[in-house]
């Protein structure tokens, strides 16, 4: 098979694969009743729907703490793991290599263990129940993955640029924000968009260190699921989709825009 054509039925099944959950979503969402085994739902209304989003007012509410805690979250991992990235993408030192593994740990080891282990610091520290303490949790979580996509940049561009920039006179902050940042904009925003979506989909982590007192779309979302209905737990999935999809779009935009006009259509 030519390679195109191959290509081309791989991108079809990746569509398919996520397309038909997104499908069976909606029509759940939109359907009162969906007996098996009915392919499609007999009865079909988008006025249930539309009753639980318009007369919910806790649900906007868990939308913001979702989105305020998956942008502090980003925030911190990217200042964290920026210099971090950097040191061991670019640098060789004893232990390095050690390093690399030790920062693993959160993702290797169970999530609610490392969780436990978290809340009770968080309680001496007073940041028990607070969306900054919930937005450190997260930030232990998304650190790891936004780690590894930064140092992989950083072992690619290495600092040979910077290096000459330097010798031409220029002082850190300009050669980081001239240099720097336009090199590895790219992977930035690839670590940026995986800490987002970590963190605005945490649902154990948000209930042990924000101790039932910090309500976002996850935990708003699971005990339908559990209870079985389906038809409430499909919208307000539809509701957490959109907005994943919304932020993340938007992010990208506004740093796609800024990079595009300070970095390639200034004179």
Same mark, same amino acid.
């Given at each position: ?21 997104? =499908? ?6 939109? &359907? ?10 007999? =009865? ?27 942008? $502090? ?34 993702? $290797?080891?169970? +999530? ?25 949790? @997260? ?11 930064? $140092? @992989? ?7 040979? @640029? ?27 925003? &690839? ?13 154990? +982590? ?24 389906? @038809? ?16 993340? +779009? ?15 259509? &200034?004179?």
């Amino acid at each position: 098979m030519p390679g195109g054509k191959l290509m081309r039925l791989v991108v079809q099944c990746a569509l398919l694969v996520v397309a038909v959950p997104i =499908v069976s979503l909606l029509m759940q969402a939109i &359907s009162l009743q969906w007996p098996f085994p009915s392919l499609l739902p007999p =009865v079909v209304s988008i006025d249930h729907a539309v009753a639980l989003l318009w007369n919910n007012p806790r649900l906007l509410g868990a939308v913001t703490a979702s989105l305020a805690i998956a942008l $502090m979250t980003t925030a911190f991992t990217l200042l964290l793991a920026f210099p971090a990235a950097k040191a061991l993408g670019v640098y060789k030192f004893p232990g390095s290599e050690a390093i690399k593994l030790f920062t693993l740990l959160p993702i $290797m080891v169970p +999530t609610a263990t490392v969780t436990m282990g978290l809340h009770s610091a968080m309680i001496r520290t007073g940041l028990a129940g607070t969306f900054l303490g919930v937005a450190i949790v @997260h930030t232990v979580f998304a650190l790891p993955y936004a780690l590894r996509i930064l $140092m @992989h940049v950083f072992e690619l561009v290495g600092e040979r @640029h910077e290096q000459q920039a330097a010798m031409l006179g220029a002082h850190g902050g300009r050669v980081f924000c001239t240099i720097t940042l336009p090199l590895v904009m790219p992977g930035a925003l &690839s670590a940026a968009t995986m800490s987002f979506i970590i963190s605005f989909s945490q649902y154990i +982590t948000t209930f042990m260190i924000g101790g039932g007192r910090i309500i976002t779309l996850p935990l708003y979302l699971v005990p339908h699921v559990q209870g079985g209905e389906w @038809h409430v737990a499909s919208v307000y999935s539809l509701v957490f989709v959109v907005t994943t999809l919304a932020a993340l +779009t938007l992010m990208q935009y506004l740093v796609r825009r800024y990079y595009r006009e300070t970095y390639f259509l &200034s004179p």
